[in-house]
């Protein structure tokens, strides 16, 4: 790099997910509804913010036939900040996607991403499922884990991670439903 040339800056992938006290993101069967009593206006906020600063969502062929029933259809404060976003769909079975904005990766996952993260643009969102964040993860990709953790014990369920990493607090929130927005970067 020659002197004074600029810097390149280089998008963060960030992995935001719900997990309960015991490190699950949804029960056995899918099941989510137990995230939804603490979503309060404080918490839902916190999510707007946070999604605010990401316009590229990475998914994984099941979260993105769950995300597409829902979000184009919603009236939900979140909805135009992930409608409006670029989705990339990691699939090798989808022949092909209509949500808008979307767009179907079949290649290397670590390559893709890699290759976003060296496009402009904001951070890159891993918005689950749990076997896709697992595999992001487990390929060292995440810059950063935004985890929303409820103060839920499911006893079984989908984990979030499967092997272990080290991982540095980078900041907590605390919201008045008892769930804590923790953020950490690999130590």
Not at 81 to 94: D, E, G, P, Q
Not at 103 to 126: C, H, N, W, Y
């Amino acid at each position: 790099m020659k002197k004074g040339q600029e810097i390149p800056f280089m998008r963060k992938v960030v992995l935001l997910m719900h997990v309960s006290l015991d490190g699950f993101v949804g029960r056995l069967d899918g099941d989510l509804q137990w995230i939804f009593p603490d979503m309060d206006d404080d918490l839902t906020q916190w999510t707007i913010d946070s999604l605010s600063r990401m316009d590229t969502h990475v998914l994984g062929r099941v979260n993105y036939e769950e995300q597409s029933g829902h979000w184009p259809y919603s009236t939900d404060r979140l909805a135009p900040l992930i409608n409006n976003a670029t989705k990339v769909v990691f699939s090798r079975t989808l022949e092909k996607v209509e949500w808008n904005n979307s767009r179907l990766a079949t290649g290397d996952v670590a390559e893709e991403i890699s290759q976003l993260k060296q496009r402009p643009g904001m951070d890159i969102f891993v918005p689950g499922g749990a076997r896709f964040a697992q595999s992001v993860s487990r390929l060292g990709l995440v810059d950063e884990y935004r985890l929303i953790v409820h103060p839920r014990v499911l006893g079984s369920g989908l984990p979030l991670f499967t092997d272990p990493i080290d991982l540095k607090l980078l900041s907590s929130r605390e919201f008045s439903t008892g769930a804590v927005a923790l953020t950490y970067r690999r130590a």
